[in-house]
């Protein structure tokens, strides 16, 4: 599989966040979003980090949302990927997404702490 061409950006921010512990010491910092994505409309999601024990600086993630588009249509995506820290308290994220639709598509964002904003695009997987 390649990496295909930028298909949408997307620009987020953070409405809340909770954080659960795992039974293995690490624990869970569940990040809810909602923003906009290039032909996705308006998107709600929750951004799952994964720390498998205190103070790590990298981890998996999960994503969970919907696309609202303005023809009235809603989009479903799922995704899997990874965390790692990239400065003083940002984090890039790469994921894979599979959207309801067939589609599957890489993400590739920064979250940061400052300003609590998610920033990214999102390719084709081909």
Known sequence: ????KAVSEFSMKSTSVTVTALEDGGGAN?????????????????LTFVADAPGVKSGTTS????????DGEIRQGSGEGVYEESGKHKW??????RIDDGSILLSDGKLSLDGRSYKGKLYEWK
């Not at 599989?1 to 295909?4: L, N, S």
């Not at 569940?30 to 929750?46: D, F, Q, R």
């Open 30 to 46: 569940h990040v809810n979003l909602e923003g906009t994505a290039t032909g996705y409309g308006t998107v709600i999601g929750t």
């Open 1 to 4: 599989m390649a990496i295909g």
């Open 92 to 97: 890039r994220v790469r994921s894979i997404v």
């Open 63 to 70: 994503w969970l949302g919907a696309g609202y588009l303005d």
